[in-house]
Nanobody, 115 residues
């Protein structure tokens, strides 16, 4: 079983930056991808960024040029550097790990961007 623990969320003013981390532990099979999703109140969870096992990345159009996803394979950790934050980036950010056999979600970390 895989445990994912997110950290780094908080309250920041518009234009500011935050760096989220997600550390995976437990029984981890070969990882296909790790990604970040977010969910604002009253909306569906949406994909923010994903990084594949080969290091390729993909981003939601709304965050391109502002957010950067990266990973430390040795530590099974994924990061999300968020710059030029906007109030519409507010939400709970979730980490997702997809392995060969299954997938796991973290509990989420709150990001609030004030205007």
């Amino acid at each position: 079983q895989v445990q994912l623990v997110e950290s780094g969320g908080g309250l920041v003013q518009a234009g500011g930056s935050l760096r989220l981390s997600c550390a995976a532990s437990g029984i981890i099979y070969r990882i296909n991808s790790m990604s970040w999703y977010r969910q604002a109140r009253g909306t569906q969870r949406e994909l923010v960024a994903v990084i594949a096992s080969d290091g390729s990345t993909n981003y939601a159009d709304s965050v391109k040029g502002r957010f950067t996803i990266s990973r430390d394979n040795a530590k099974n950790t994924v990061f999300l550097q968020m710059n030029s934050l906007k109030p519409e980036d507010t939400g709970v950010y979730y980490c997702k790990l997809v392995s060969v056999y299954n997938y796991s979600w973290g509990q989420g970390t709150q990001v609030t961007v004030s205007s």
